[in-house]
Each structure stands twice: as C-alpha cells, then as structure tokens.
C-alpha cells in the first residue's frame, strides 16, 4: 500500500513540478533497466519492426489509385445508375459499337489536328497530313482492338468514314452541323459558315475506340499506354507542317494522378526530414 504523498509532491502554485518529479523517477528506472540488460531493447525493437515492415510486400495488391474510387462515393446512386444502364443496355464493341451507348467514357485514343497559320484542317495539304496521320496510328494491331460495327473499325471520325482515305471535302460541298444525317459538331472545330455550308474549319478530332468488354480488354490497355509512349515520336516522324497534333487518351487522367503522386512522395519525405530534424535542434537548446 503506497504512504502518503510527500508535500513536496503536491500540486500548488509553489510547487509546480508535481507532474515532472514522477516521470523524472521512472524514466531514471527504465535507464536503469536498459543499462543493466540492454540486449531485449535493442533486438526486441528491431524484430518488431522488421516483422511489420514485411507488410509492405503487399503494398502494389493493396494500394488504390483510381481516381473514381478515390474521389466518388462507393454506393453512390450515380454508380448504381449506371450498372442499371449496364444492365438493360449493354455494349457490345465486337459487332456493334455506339459510343452513345456506352456506360462509361470507353476506352480510347483522341487526336486533334489544328491547321497552322490560321489556315483550314480541310486544305488539301492539311486533309493529306491528316489522312497520313491516321494511317499511322490505325495500325494492324489497332485493327485488331479496335471496337467495330458492321464488320468493321468505328470510325474515327465522320469525314472518314465518308470520304474513305483518299477523298478530299470540297469546300462548300458539306453542311454543318448535319451532313447527309452525320454529326459533324464533334468532328470539326472552328467552323466558319456560310448559309449553312462549311466554308473552313480549324481543328479535326480523330477517336479511336478499342474493345473493352472481352478478353481483348487488357490488349487494349496496353495498347493506350503504347500510344502515349510512342505518340510524340511518331508525329514527329510524320514531320507535318500543315497541323499541329494534340492527343489524349482515356487512361491520360489516371496517369497523370499517379505521376503526381509519385512527385509529391519526396516532398513530403523532405518535409519530415527537415520537421523531425527542427524539432531535435529545438529539443537540444
């Protein structure tokens, strides 16, 4: 049974080291302790450490960096919603592909071709450079994923699959935004116009869609991340004078989420080095 506190000990506005004379006694009979038998403070630590730290073998499996799941609420009703179109609606990108159909953004490949010099994508020296470019990213293993529809590859854009690869629009010849029951309100952009008729236009978008609902699925991922890595050199191969080539894709986003992420790693590794180290000094003075 414990004897009555000394008064020395005792709480008052004389006395305010009431709380730091019992710690300063147990932390003088823990060093006691780890002088006298020193050997469980170290390996103890240590084995405990390295037991836990084995965990991080498992980090790639477990780690989550979809942007969706990251920044949208699991049993949202929109997700809900959408498996519900899935259901009753679903695509089929084998035979017949519509991307107004599809649930999701699907997975693709988006070119933009923006005439230079102010001048018109449908020029004839554009409309060549154009049609070259498409041949270049419309390859036998994109043949292959690409998702179809009456036996053959979407296409990419309604100017093309119109005019086929050696047809030129004729200024004045196509009418916007509906050509011959085609929308051309995402195939061109700035469109100049006269009495509906399309006089000059300054951008193209090509989409390339790939199968993502069969066992091609996989093939086709790879293929985007193939696309974004060989792009770049690939149009500077073309050397195209006439257009100037912007691209995205539909892992881009992603991508570019985990690429900052693995940027702000060190920083935040920097930022503790430099708090611990401040908080040390300060505990030193």
């Given at each position: 049974m414990a004897g009555p506190r000394d008064p020395a000990e005792r709480c008052s506005c004389r006395n305010t080291d009431c709380v730091e004379r019992p710690l300063r006694r147990l932390f003088e009979g823990l060093a006691s302790g780890v002088a006298a038998c020193p050997w469980p403070f170290v390996l103890l630590p240590l084995l405990l450490s390295g037991?836990?730290?084995?965990?991080?073998?498992?980090?790639?499996q477990r780690q989550a960096n979809?942007?969706?799941?990251?920044?949208?609420p699991t049993w949202g009703p929109a997700k809900a919603e959408r498996d519900f179109v899935r259901r009753h609606f679903p695509p089929n990108d084998s035979e017949r592909f519509s991307a107004q159909r599809l649930p999701t953004e699907g997975a693709y490949a988006a070119l933009i071709a923006v005439a230079t010099n102010g001048a018109s994508v449908l020029a004839p020296a554009a409309w060549a450079e154009v049609l070259r470019l498409n041949a270049t990213v419309h390859d036998a293993e994109y043949e292959r994923l690409c998702a179809r529809t009456?036996?053959?590859?979407?296409?990419p854009n309604a100017l093309l699959s119109r005019l086929g690869d050696e047809g030129r629009p004729v200024p004045g010849s196509l009418r916007f935004?509906?050509?011959d029951g085609d929308f051309?309100?995402?195939?061109?952009?700035?469109?100049?116009?006269?009495?509906?008729?399309?006089?000059?236009?300054?951008?193209?978008?090509l989409v390339y869609y790939l199968r993502e609902d069969g066992p091609e699925a996989q093939d086709s991922r790879q293929w985007l991340e193939s696309f974004l890595r060989n792009i770049s050199s690939k149009v500077a191969d073309l050397r195209l004078g006439s257009i100037q080539v912007t691209y995205f894709t539909s892992l881009s986003r992603q991508q570019e989420f985990e690429?900052?992420?693995r940027s702000v790693i060190p920083l935040f590794s920097v930022?503790?080095?430099?708090?611990?180290?401040?908080?040390?000094?300060?505990c030193l003075r």
């Open positions: 037991g836990l730290g084995a965990g991080f073998l498992y980090l790639p979809d942007i969706e799941g990251q920044f949208t009456a036996g053959r590859c979407a296409s935004p509906f050509n051309l309100g995402t195939a061109l952009g700035g469109v100049e116009t006269d009495g509906g008729w399309v006089r000059r236009a300054r951008a193209l978008k690429g900052n992420t930022t503790y080095f430099l708090t611990i180290t401040f908080a040390v000094v300060s």
